[in-house]
Nanobody, 122 residues
């Protein structure tokens, strides 16, 4: 059974940084796409970033604008989202997700983590 466990969220001030982690288990993820999504309170969930488990392409939402970096450590079965220059509008529950890589990186994810809260406030 696939399991995705996020960690690293918290309360930070505007301009601070956070690194989210997503540890995956339950299968081998070669050929999978690993994504990060977020859902602000009262709003719809939105795509943030994605990376191919086997390497290669990386995708970001436009609002990231160079502030976030996605990466992976295959040996640790972990995907990271380094978030810099955080803004109050980045406040949301952040979710890790996984799917078979079929080229559609913003939708169609099958496996989801439980989410981790990120709050950016002064």
């Amino acid at each position: 059974q696939v399991q995705l466990v996020e960690s690293g969220g918290g309360l930070v001030r505007p301009g601070d940084s956070l690194r989210l982690s997503c540890t995956a288990s339950g299968r081998t993820f070669n050929g999978y796409l690993m994504g990060w999504f977020r859902q602000p309170l009262g709003k719809e969930r939105e795509f943030v970033s994605a990376i191919r488990w086997s390497g290669g392409r990386i995708y970001y939402a436009d609002f990231v604008n160079g502030r976030f970096t996605i990466s992976r450590d295959n040996a640790k079965n972990t995907v990271y989202l380094q978030m810099n220059s955080l803004k109050p509008e980045d406040t949301a529950v952040y979710y890790c997700a996984a799917k078979t890589d079929n080229g559609y990186y913003t939708r169609g994810y099958v496996y989801w983590g439980q989410g981790t809260q990120v709050t950016v406030s002064s």
